[in-house]
């Protein structure tokens, strides 16, 4: 980007826990002589912020918590800001600590959130547990942070053309972010006034850079060719590591970025989080904590953390603080908690469990689950920080021989991030990468000095500014990650390209876009290879990345393995034609590693001038993946399909349509439970297209919609799913056209159930408004509905996990009543259990309902006398069911209960297991909890 219009060069630090600006005026800065004394130029920009009621005052970082006001409990006074506003929302100083007193209206770790797969990103989710607040998204509290720090730095300058959306802007991310949370960081800044032509850079880089300025004249005394810098960065939400090495090229020094991590949601949140248990422990009265008293006393934590792990020449040397918990509503003294939190005792448990010496291993085992999942969030499993340290530079042993022919030892370590200020912890890191590879003292990694951790991420970003325009040291970087697009074999294209249309619903093998280390703004073509895309409907490419295979160049085509981690697909409508056709066209991929620090990529028309965008599938989480044994060749499928024409064929023997089912299975010499997803979605694919078969006749349309039905179930996990729910959609909106039989009636229902997975939040909103009339009427109320297709639409309801809570609360309000001893069908039961689930199949984890909700349903289910009892203890399992996460999780009270009440139910072992320890859904649960079985192939990632 060509700086000479702008007068700043602006770098902003977006951290989980603080956020800070720094920015260098071009004005004052020689580029002609490159790298003397540049860094010196570089300035914080005390961001101002409210420091308390009323309070307007500059600090040097902004911290990344947002309040969001109640009618009552802030004053409209004391929230002025000096410019204008659009609505009450506040960040910064003020926010913490106000917040930390009130935290249902706190929003905190909201970058955490930007790279959690299975939440909803855009919707208003935060903060996570609250009730009775008007919540906001990831994305929007994001972006209430940037506006803050652009309204500020305007409100600083007054000048238009100074205006921050005018400057030359890098904003900071974990290296170890996702191309989704990274789309989602570009949008929260277009959405907070922002231009487009902002830089990314990653936090480990920028640290690194941070060191840079402040050796920019003598470097070469502390860092000699061929050393191996490893940055560790842990934060207030990640960690994050990258590897560095100083290397002689065209002889003249030069830094290249070696590797980067893994994604690790592992910091300064998980420490206080452990904190909190430890200090609860300590109460003399035992209390069972509301989710808002534990994120209160996990506040505190933090706050006495930081005072007592504060070096005494900073501060009074701390030895203890008290930390007081008070009570809520009536009891608020009497229940008042307090314990002391020692020094000696807060450096024990972080070096024991965070920071301790651990013995070597290759490689970092396959993760069963989550450990922690307090307030939602996916925390690693593994806290010990430093053995993740052993595992990435075991990883890249490869790498670092390959480049640098040694062990991966780091010759020098920079540390950053506010959880590794204390050299306690710097030492114990140091001690344990010793012990890891029998170093001995003299051959530890060297300190590479931070005196300024909160603020050195900021200061790099802004030196990186200036490295664009070829000002500073530079460090080779380019992408911390090589990407691979999925194709298939000749074989498997021949056999599947009549299914699905693409070539990437299960890949065998990947062709190499982007290698790592590209640097930002390279255009790659890829002449070599030619693809075929079907135009005028939506067509996915599988995309893969890999933070540390090596050696691997653009234009190689590859094994899928698991060194390769699965992106969100590339999705685009190639728009081709007047009529608007579907037709096979040639194209050409290109691809892009934009200077922004994102992948871009494009079709290219072979047959004419057209180019389309692929833009990376980001409003759903990739739930499902295709991964199959068995694909059936050609001329199978097309026998498959004149089998069908013939059935439903209005002029066919109707005699056909019973037993169509039987003949197929005849044909591929399968049971139609043991069909491959691709096969299912084939067929599906044919009856869609033919949807006029169902009104031949009643029969007609019971068989049309029970095998469309089953081949679509449950709705997703195949790439072109997206596109076939929009003409199912228009069915369901159609209604069933033989609605007073019968059996149509039921077979509608089910229909509606298999595919409700697919089916979006309005679309699902808009189903239980249409039932709601005679689901929701009082007795003797309403539409009169058999009972077989009562229980049907019941169970179809069930199944719309994106329904609002207070969708689901009504629908629960008139299921139990209807709850009878040995008169209920069991898939009443069932219904309940979906409704109220505690762990969602496929639903965004904002939409369980609340557990104070669910408890009022298990205290007025156990007073009943249950026969049968199987029944009734198998949903409470499931709405009782532990996640970790405290704010989805059921009172320890009610468990204490529920145990014995369930072994007096027979209820088995697994049950009790279930209420009482988190355990991953698995495979074989998957078919009781969705109501049938999954197609062959299907796996759902929990």
């Known amino acids: 980007m060509d700086l000479q219009d702008k007068r700043y060069v602006v770098g902003i630090d977006l951290g989980t826990t603080n956020s800070a600006v720094s920015y260098a005026d071009l004005t004052g800065i020689d580029t002609n002589r490159a790298g003397a004394g540049i860094g010196n130029e570089i300035k914080v920009f005390r961001v101002p912020q409210l420091t308390g009621p009323g309070e307007f005052t500059p600090a040097p970082v902004l911290p990344s918590f947002l309040y969001i006001p109640g009618d009552y409990d802030v004053s409209k006074d004391a929230l002025k800001h000096p410019w204008k506003k659009e609505n009450d929302l506040f960040a910064g100083v003020f926010a913490r600590e ?51 720090i652009r309204k500020a730095w305007n409100h600083w300058v007054k000048d238009e053309d100074l205006f921050l959306e005018n400057q030359f802007t890098v904003i900071t991310v974990p290296a170890s972010f996702d191309e ?45 060719a061929d050393d191996l810098i490893l940055v560790c960065d842990v934060g207030g939400g990640t960690t994050d590591f990258t590897l560095i090495s100083l290397k002689e090229a065209q002889g003249s020094p030069r830094f290249e970025r070696v590797a980067v991590g893994d994604h690790l949601i592992l910091g300064g949140d998980n420490i206080d989080l452990t904190l909190a248990r430890y200090v609860a422990s300590k109460f003399k009265q035992k209390a069972n904590l509301t989710a808002d008293q534990w994120k209160t006393l996990s506040y505190k934590c933090r706050a006495a953390k930081e005072t007592l792990l504060l070096d005494s020449d900073k501060k009074g040397d701390e030895t203890r603080v008290r930390i007081v918990l008070r009570g809520e509503g009536r009891s608020l003294i009497a229940n008042t908690l307090s314990a002391d939190l020692e020094k000696d005792e807060l450096e024990d448990i972080l070096c024991k469990g965070f920071f301790p010496e651990v013995e070597p291993s290759l490689a970092n085992p396959k993760k069963a689950g989550k450990a922690m999942a307090e307030f939602g969030l996916p925390y690693e499993q593994e806290p010990a920080i430093t053995r993740h340290i052993g595992w990435f530079l075991e990883r890249h042993r490869e790498s670092v021989k390959a480049l640098l022919g040694k062990d991966p030892i780091p010759d020098h370590i920079l540390f950053n991030g506010g959880s590794l200020k204390p050299s306690v912890f710097q030492s114990k890191i140091r001690s344990a990468i010793g012990k890891w590879f029998s170093c001995e003292d003299q051959s530890l990694p060297k300190l590479l000095d931070n005196n300024d951790p909160d603020l050195s991420v900021a200061l790099g970003a802004s030196y990186y500014g200036l490295v664009k325009q070829g000002i500073g040291v530079r460090v080779g970087s380019g992408s911390p990650r090589s990407y691979y697009i999925g194709i298939a074999s000749d074989k498997f294209q021949d056999k599947h390209r009549s299914q699905s249309g693409s070539y990437d619903a299960t ?76 037709k096979r066209i040639p194209v050409k991929v290109e691809v892009e590693y934009t200077e922004m620090g994102t992948l871009a990529m494009w079709c290219r028309s072979n047959v004419s001038s057209h180019r389309w965008k692929l833009q990376f599938q ?32 209005g002029s066919a023997d109707r005699a056909q349509l019973p037993s169509v089912v039987k003949n197929i299975e005849k044909l591929v010499e399968t049971k139609k439970n043991k069909w491959p997803l691709s096969f299912l979605r084939a067929v599906a694919d044919h009856l869609i297209a033919n949807v006029k078969w169902r009104g031949n006749s009643p029969e007609h349309e019971i068989r049309w919609l029970n095998l469309t039905g089953f081949c679509m179930r449950p709705g997703f996990g195949d790439a072109f799913d ?51 009339s005679y689901l929701l009427a009082d007795n003797g109320a309403g539409k009169k509905v058999p009972k077989q297709e009562m229980t049907e639409v019941w169970m179809a309801a069930a199944n719309m996990e994106r329904l609002l809570i207070k ?82 999780d059921v009172s320890p009270e009610i468990i204490q209960i529920m145990v014995p009440w369930l072994e007096q139910m027979q209820a088995p072992k697994k049950s009790l297991n279930m209420i009482q320890t988190v355990i991953p859904i698995e495979s074989a649960d998957e078919a009781s909890i969705f109501g049938e079985s999954l197609p062959q192939g299907l796996i759902l990632k929990h």
């Open 98 to 148: 106000h917040g930390s007193q009130i935290p249902s209206r706190l929003v905190s770790s909201a970058k955490s959130w930007l790279c959690h797969s299975r939440a909803d990103r855009e919707a208003p989710i935060l903060p996570w547990g609250s009730q009775n607040v008007d919540k906001i998204s990831p994305v929007k509290a994001t972006s209430e942070y940037l506006r803050h």
């Open 807 to 888: 969708d689901k609360i009504a629908l629960s309000k008139k299921l139990i009543p209807q709850l009878k001893p040995g008169k209920t069908p069991h898939q009443m039961f069932w219904a309940l259990s979906r409704i109220g689930a505690r762990e969602l199949l496929y639903g965004s984890v904002d939409r369980v309902v609340p557990a104070k909700e669910v408890e009022r349903w298990t205290k007025r289910l156990m007073k009943i006398n249950w026969t049968p009892k199987d029944q009734v203890a198998a949903a409470l399992a499931q709405i009782l069911r532990k996640t970790g996460d405290r704010t989805r």
């Open 722 to 772: 997206e596109a076939r729910i929009p003409k199912l959609w228009k069915v369901y909106l159609q209604r069933s056209l033989f609605s007073k039989a019968k059996q149509n009636a039921v077979e509608w229902w089910i229909f509606c159930r298999r595919i409700a997975g697919g089916l979006t939040a309005g679309q699902q909103r808009q189903f239980f408004q249409d039932v709601s």
């Open 180 to 224: 989704a949370a990274r789309e989602y960081t570009l949008k929260a800044a277009r959405d907070a006034g922002f231009s487009k032509n902002i830089t990314l850079l990653e936090e480990p880089l920028a640290a690194f850079y941070a060191w840079v300025t402040r050796h920019e004249h003598d470097w070469q005394s502390h860092v000699k």
């Open 618 to 649: 980001l409003r759903e989480p990739q739930i499902g993946e295709a991964n199959e044994s068995e694909v059936y060749d050609d001329d199978t499928v097309n026998n498959v399909r004149k089998l069908l024409t013939d059935a439903f064929s």
């Open 507 to 582: 890949c065998e093998n990947v062709l190499c876009v982007v290698e790592r280390g590209l640097d930002e703004g390279s255009l790659i073509q890829l002449p070599q290879m030619e693809f075929e895309v079907v135009t005028n409907q939506p067509v996915l490419f599988s995309m893969f990345s890999s933070s540390f295979r090596s050696g691997d160049k653009s234009g190689d085509i590859l094994q899928v393995d698991d060194s390769l981690t699965p992106l969100p697909p590339l999705k685009t409508i190639i728009k081709f034609g007047k009529k608007g056709e579907s």
